[in-house]
């Protein structure tokens, strides 16, 4: 398959756009799942002069939905299956260029745990169809241009592993990645199997900030941009910052409009700062 620079650019353009996009749209009311469902339909209700109700399962009204750990591994599959697919479809030697090996041992690798891991131990709510729909298309979209640029784009010299570069971008994709998963053990604790109640999480960097698992995932991502260098990852990262930046704010505004006890010197996102 012949490398296409303008439909890279293209694609890449494209989703960081739609990140923008996204930014402005969510920066005030957040995606209506999980904890933000169930807030809404009490904010509606509040102004109807309704009592409040609380509820733990779905919101009323919001369609039908997935359990979580069937929803988690439907959307996040594509963006580990396409760019696999793409990658065995290439002659050999398939692992020579650096270009396929950062793509298997980074981006496939984030997505096989989040695949095939995470998914099978989420103790999230029921995901909403919706949701999820454009979850699974964003994951094919991103899993393609990824893995169609490292595979078939990419150049890098032969030295570029000792690089400032790379080894600056794999230390920051590899700490991103530790304390998104060392945050998603902390938030798992806090629920037992079945139960789907709130509680303040404690302990690694939910001392500093609310979103410490989005912390993490914003980290490695621009850890890989780094490494790679290239317009498509930091387009994607520039998406997850836009997309689940705002999402920890309202989680913030979330805890403290909830818990009494919550603890005010915790930031929204980046620790001391916001």
Same mark, same amino acid.
């Given at each position: ?25 969510? !920066? ?111 994951? +094919? ?55 789907? +109640? ?29 490494? +790679? ?10 998406? +997850? ?23 005010? !010197? ?9």
């Amino acid at each position: 398959m012949p490398c296409s620079p303008i439909l890279v650019d293209a694609l890449s353009a494209f989703l960081a756009a739609l990140g923008l996009l996204h930014l402005r749209r969510n !920066s005030r009311r957040p995606i209506r799942y999980g904890k933000h469902e169930q807030e809404e339909e009490e904010e509606e209700r509040e102004e109807e002069g309704k009592p409040k109700r609380r509820r733990e399962g779905p919101a009323s009204g919001q369609g039908a939905h997935l359990p979580a750990r069937c929803a988690w591994f439907l959307q996040e599959l594509p963006a580990f299956l396409v760019p696999s697919l793409l990658l065995a479809s290439r002659a050999s030697p398939r692992l020579a260029p650096l270009g396929c090996r950062m793509l298997l041992g980074m981006f496939c690798g984030h997505y096989f745990y989040r695949t095939f891991i995470y998914s099978f131990l989420t103790r999230g709510r029921p995901f909403p169809l919706k949701t999820l729909y454009f979850g699974i298309l964003f994951c +094919t979209y991103n899993g393609f241009l990824q893995g169609y640029y490292m595979i078939y784009c990419a150049e890098y010299p032969d030295d570029w592993c000792n690089s400032l570069r790379f080894t600056s971008g794999l230390l920051l994709f590899l700490s991103g990645i530790g304390i998104n998963i060392h945050s998603d053990h902390i938030l798992r604790q806090l629920r037992k199997p079945g139960e789907l +109640t709130y509680k303040i999480p404690q302990g690694g960097l939910f001392a500093y900030i609310s979103g410490a698992n989005f912390f993490g995932e914003i980290l490695e991502w621009f850890g890989y941009a780094v490494a +790679t260098w290239s317009f498509p990852a930091f387009a994607f990262a520039l998406f +997850t910052l836009c997309c689940i930046g705002p999402r920890a704010y309202h989680h913030h505004r979330y805890y403290v409009r909830t818990f009494s006890s919550y603890p005010r !010197s915790r930031k929204a996102l980046i620790p001391f700062i916001f």
